[in-house]
């Protein structure tokens, strides 16, 4: 069975709180979505939802200014205040008179509103951007601000749904751990910043093609391009990060050409100065039919990478 648009963006059913008097807003909501995909669940008073919300959180919040126990924007505010819920988008639904005159939207803590009279094409659309925008902001790394594994797996899943034919490169900083043990988290921030700007510049260089960036977390990194391609922009990354990188080390270290440092078992140990593994998955001829087969492939790939203790690539040569 096909997925219908909504299910393909959301991946899991989603729940939204309405908390409004209005029965035709209720029955129009609840009538636009599959309850598999997003299920309303209404309030007519907005004291009441917010205890039941504050137990079991919904996705969504829509919240009608018509309220006659409090109002839409306190409710909107009082969701907000609370750290554990801030990420939860909410949107506001207004008469015309409501906004007449200009809103301090720094003072009322909505991700979007609506205006009555509702045209349901727009309502349908708006409540699915607002879904999907607090979906990418929460995917996204907080450090690098790329996509995180949800947003990767979608694209890596949607490329192959779609047939086609791409590279998914896997980039990993060897001894990473070990200047983070010695240098501190602040410095080895700065060199996962710099490997995210390396990686996003090279690829977008390459104009005019389907590419994707992604932050796994940590010191892992993907990259998508054609397979046509994926090789000379591996040989790219791999030389800028060794020309760049050395400048992050102390200048003893770096005369030195490695480092001291504790290892994973807690022993002191000399390190070399990092390099970057690489581990590519070539997907043509539809040869891969789920993103967890690229995974299991680059797995394997990482390894014969990081037996090479300087900066690599590894290309996976099988065919359909």
Not at 106 to 117: A, G, H, Q, T
């Amino acid at each position: 069975m096909s997925q219908t648009l909504e299910e393909s963006l959301f991946q899991r059913k989603q729940v939204g709180f309405l908390l409004s008097p209005d029965k035709s807003l209720a029955e129009m909501l609840q009538k636009m979505w599959s309850p598999e995909v997003l299920e309303f669940i209404v309030f007519d008073k907005g004291g009441k939802a917010i205890e039941h919300m504050f137990n079991e959180p919904p996705d969504l919040l829509v919240v009608d200014n018509r309220l006659t126990d409090i109002s839409g924007r306190e409710v909107a505010n009082l969701v907000k205040s609370e750290n554990v819920y801030r990420q939860l988008p909410v949107v506001m639904c207004v008469d015309p008179v409501d906004v007449e005159t200009p809103w301090n939207w720094n003072k009322v803590e909505v991700d979007d509103f609506l205006v009555r009279p509702f045209n349901p094409s727009e309502v349908r659309d708006r409540i699915n951007l607002t879904l999907c925008r607090a979906m990418r902001a929460l995917d996204a790394n907080p450090l690098s601000k790329l996509p995180g594994n949800t947003s990767i797996i979608q694209k890596i899943q949607q490329l192959i749904d779609g047939g086609d034919d791409f590279a998914l490169a896997y980039c990993d900083l060897d001894y990473f751990k070990s200047y983070n043990d010695k240098y501190g988290f602040s410095r080895g921030d700065e060199i996962l910043m710099m490997s995210a700007r390396l990686i996003v510049n090279t690829i977008r260089s390459y104009q005019g093609v389907q590419s994707f960036v992604g932050h796994v977390g940590g010191d892992d990194f993907v990259f998508i391009l054609p397979p046509d391609l994926v090789e000379d922009a591996c040989q790219r990354i791999i030389k800028a990060f060794d020309d760049i990188v050395p400048h992050f080390y102390d200048p003893v270290d770096r005369k030195a050409g490695n480092i001291t440092s504790i290892d994973r078992e807690g022993n002191t140990k000399v390190f070399p100065l990092m390099a970057i593994s690489l581990a590519v998955v070539v997907n043509t001829n539809k040869r891969i039919t789920h993103y967890g087969e690229v995974s299991s492939i680059a797995m394997g790939l990482k390894k014969k990478a990081k037996e090479d203790p300087k900066s690599s690539y590894v290309i996976d040569q099988r065919k359909a």
